[in-house]
T-cell receptor, first 114, second 113 residues
Framework: DAKTTQPTSMDCAEGRAANLPCNHSTISGNEYVYWYRQIHSQGPQYIIHGLKNNETNEMASLIITEDRKSSTLILPHATLRDTAVYYCIVRAANYGGSQGNLIFGKGTKLSVKP | KAGVTQTPRYLIKTRGQQVTLSCSPISGHRSVSWYQQTPGQGLQFLFEYFSETQRNKGNFPGRFSGRQFSNSRSEMNVSTLELGDSALYLC????????????FGEGSRLTVL
């Protein structure tokens, strides 16, 4: 089972910031938080990941609480093309020698509206 | 840099047939993983290969198999197809940095009639 809890769906107005929450209260010390998104009928797209510090890249920012039990993905200026299902995943970067085994939950369906 | 390439993108098979799907990872990536996505079960991990060796396997029957070649390209095979095998099959590769991010291809959509 997925070790994260996300809202089923969210709406966001175009041009506004989209803040997607994720709860991961059982996260272990060596586990990272990863975010992916999947636009309809396409392969998932890696967005960002972090361990305990806040991270920012050209796509998004990731804010992790100090106790690491929750995080928020921020899309600073959402566009219609950001409409997608967003998945929050926690796991160790090198999980028993394996990198490829991700457990995807149901994610959050973000709808960006004009 | 070219992304992960999967072929074919779409295919239709009938029950009992077998199918082979191909995946070319991003250049320099040696780890390749496969996932099945269905409306009911979501994204599920099938298996992972690294340096031509299966490193991890999900909970799927033995009809699902895979392999990886010396150039890191990978194939997966499904034998004796069932209607429930209709799905989007996704391949992902991981960079050698060991930081755990996956880069997915567009998938191969299999329909079993």
């Amino acid at each position: 089972d997925a070790k994260t809890t996300q809202p089923t769906s969210m709406d966001c107005a175009e041009g506004r910031a989209a803040n997607l929450p994720c709860n991961h209260s059982t996260i272990s010390g060596n586990e990272y938080v990863y975010w992916y998104r999947q636009i309809h009928s396409q392969g998932p797209q890696y967005i960002i990941h972090g361990l305990k510090n806040n991270e920012t890249n050209e796509m998004a920012s990731l804010i992790i609480t100090e106790d690491r039990k929750s995080s928020t993905l921020i899309l600073p200026h959402a566009t219609l093309r950001d409409t997608a299902v967003y998945y929050c995943i926690v796991r160790a970067a090198n999980y028993g020698g394996s990198q490829g085994n991700l457990i995807f939950g149901k994610g959050t369906k973000l709808s960006v509206k004009p | 840099k070219a992304g992960v390439t999967q072929t074919p993108r779409y295919l239709i098979k009938t029950r009992g047939q077998q199918v082979t799907l191909s995946c070319s990872p991003i250049s320099g990536h040696r780890s390749v993983s496969w996932y099945q996505q269905t409306p009911g079960q979501g994204l599920q991990f099938l298996f992972e290969y690294f340096s031509e060796t299966q490193r991890n396997k999900g909970n799927f029957p033995g009809r699902f198999s895979g392999r990886q070649f010396s150039n890191s390209r990978s194939e997966m095979n499904v034998s004796t197809l069932e209607l429930g095998d209709s799905a989007l099959y996704l391949c992902a590769s991981s960079p050698p940095t060991g930081t755990g991010e996956l880069f997915f291809g567009e998938g191969s959509r299999l329909t079993v009639l």
